[in-house]
Antibody, heavy 118, light 106 residues
Framework: QLHLQESGPGLVKPSETLSLTCTVS??????????WVWIRQPPGKGLEWIGS???????NYNVSLKSRITISVDTPKNQFSLKLNSVTAADTAMYYC??????????WGQGTLVTVSS | DIQMTQSPSSLSASVRDRVTITCRAS??????LNWYQQKPGRAPKLLIY???SLQSGVPSRFSGSGSGTDFTLTISSLQPEDFATYYC?????????FGGGTKVEI
């Protein structure tokens, strides 16, 4: 079973860039069996897919966020990362990383709360 | 994007009740439908994948059915630990989308 752990600042100022990293253990991020996924959940609301990346670096992004997102893979470190620029208060959320195996998101990190505030 | 609509958004139930939650996709997604359970302060947990396959370790009182656009999650006999919010999610498209959630309350 994979273990995923998010890390990054819990507070980001408006207009700045949110940067998070997900460290994967218990398996290789270079496995062709997985997609690596970022999901967020604003306080008291539902789940929103942010984007996914494959181990070779090809990524798919939520069209509503596409102009602001970069998701990348660092295979030597067994990590993948999210950068979301020009953040506003609407980007305040719990951010989760997860692995997609076959169809389902079968392993999730515990989540990290990111607040956008000056 | 494929829109996922869950109903109801919340329901009240008692222990040992049979509970059914429905999820409708805005277009056919074959059987590419997954169900998750989320408890307060916790990450979601995969219950059912590919519409009806039980994830390892998930109790057999959970079951899923459906194909195309209409799907159902059933809890055959609700247990105290099942009070939570449930989400459906499609993986037919590479742009994943979730339903709005169903909160199961006492």
């Amino acid at each position: 079973q994979l273990h995923l752990q998010e890390s990054g600042p819990g507070l980001v100022k408006p207009s700045e860039t949110l940067s998070l990293t997900c460290t994967v253990s218990g398996g290789s991020i270079s496995s062709s069996s997985y997609y690596w996924v970022w999901i967020r959940q604003p306080p008291g609301k539902g789940l929103e897919w942010i984007g996914s990346v494959y181990y070779i670096g090809t990524a798919n992004y939520n069209v509503s966020l596409k102009s602001r997102i970069t998701i990348s893979v660092d295979t030597p470190k067994n990590q993948f990362s999210l950068k979301l620029n020009s953040v506003t208060a609407a980007d305040t959320a719990m951010y989760y990383c997860a692995s997609q195996y076959q169809l389902g998101l079968n392993s999730w990190g515990q989540g990290t709360l990111v607040t956008v505030s000056s | 994007d494929i829109q996922m609509t869950q109903s109801p958004s919340s329901l009240s139930a008692s222990v040992r009740d049979r509970v059914t939650i429905t999820c409708r996709a805005s277009q056919s997604i074959s059987r590419s439908l997954n169900w998750y359970q989320q408890k307060p302060g916790r990450a979601p947990k995969l219950l059912i994948y590919a519409a009806s396959s039980l994830q390892s370790g998930v109790p057999s009182r959970f079951s899923g059915s459906g194909s195309g656009t209409d799907f159902t999650l059933t809890i055959s006999s609700l247990q105290p630990e099942d009070f939570a919010t449930y989400y459906c999610q499609q993986s037919y498209s590479s742009a994943l989308t979730f339903g709005g959630g169903t909160k199961v309350e006492i």
